[in-house]
């Protein structure tokens, strides 16, 4: 169990801003059935960028350049090996103007980042956090599942297609009494489901960066997903049709 990395998006977000944000960078977030009541829109559209736009990366407090360029060109695979119509520029440390502001933190209790477009909430404060070292194992699997948090993604496990039997009894005492996470944040990071709307719902992926490694003592009978390393196929597909060039279907 203590092995196992858990990677995090935030979700301590007001969903009105955050709905406000996404539609204001990319009018494509809002949902697209018709007649649905507000608060449904709400809680049912995307947090994806604008596709053709550069995202401005910067690096809080001054880590080596070596350590930022192998964090940038590992978080990078998803835009390098899809194609994607999204630019990445790595700008000066410490640029508060940057769309995405990197904190490392060895000691930091989570990695984590703002899912898309909320990382324009906020304003001055890293928006996304990492504590893996590039001597770690993990390191890589770390950076590529943030990264999607930052183009959008949502965590695969949380696919609506996905039917895990989880043993929330045991899955919410380990997590609460030896991770010190919170019963809200074990519900929202594994246990609720996403919404068709907020996913651009695809078939479920088992080895996708975006699920989450799942031990056997997470769930009732005989089920348990390992740990992906690499992007898989679906998850090069997600950044294919959420940046898609100009004049490509989606």
């Not at 039917?163 to 919170?182: A, F």
């Not at 609720?192 to 997470?218: C, G, V």
Request: one cysteine or more; proline letters at 5%; glycine letters at 6%.
């Amino acid at each position: 169990m203590s092995d196992l990395i858990f990677c995090r998006y935030r979700h301590n977000v007001d969903p009105q801003l955050s709905y406000e944000a996404a539609i204001a960078e990319n009018p494509a977030n809002a949902p697209s059935h018709s007649g649905s009541r507000k608060k449904r829109a709400i809680y049912g559209s995307t947090r994806l960028w604008q596709p053709g736009r550069t995202l401005k990366f910067s690096f809080l407090g001054s880590p080596s350049t070596e350590l930022k360029l192998k964090i940038l060109n590992t978080g990078s695979q998803w835009v390098s090996q899809s194609g994607a119509n999204l630019g990445i520029a790595l700008y000066h440390d410490n640029y508060l103007q940057a769309d995405i502001r990197i904190k490392l933190d060895p000691k930091a209790l989570h990695n984590e980042s703002a899912l898309g477009t909320d990382a324009l909430l906020i304003k001055t404060n890293e928006t996304m956090t990492l504590n893996v070292l590039p001597d770690s194992e993990y390191f890589e699997p770390t950076v590529l599942h943030e990264f999607g948090h930052v183009f959008g993604a949502t965590h695969e496990h949380q696919n609506p297609l996905a039917d895990i039997p989880w043993n929330e009894d045991e899955l919410m005492k380990v997590m609460t009494q030896q991770r010190g996470w919170s019963e809200a944040d074990v519900r929202s990071q594994f246990l609720e489901k996403q919404t068709e709307a907020n996913t651009l719902f695809t078939t479920y992926d088992r080895e996708s960066i975006m699920h989450y490694p799942i031990a056997q003592w997470m769930t009732l009978g005989d089920w348990e997903v390992g740990a992906n390393k690499t992007l898989s196929e679906y998850d090069l597909a997600f950044m294919r049709r959420a940046y898609p060039l100009a004049n490509t279907p989606t």
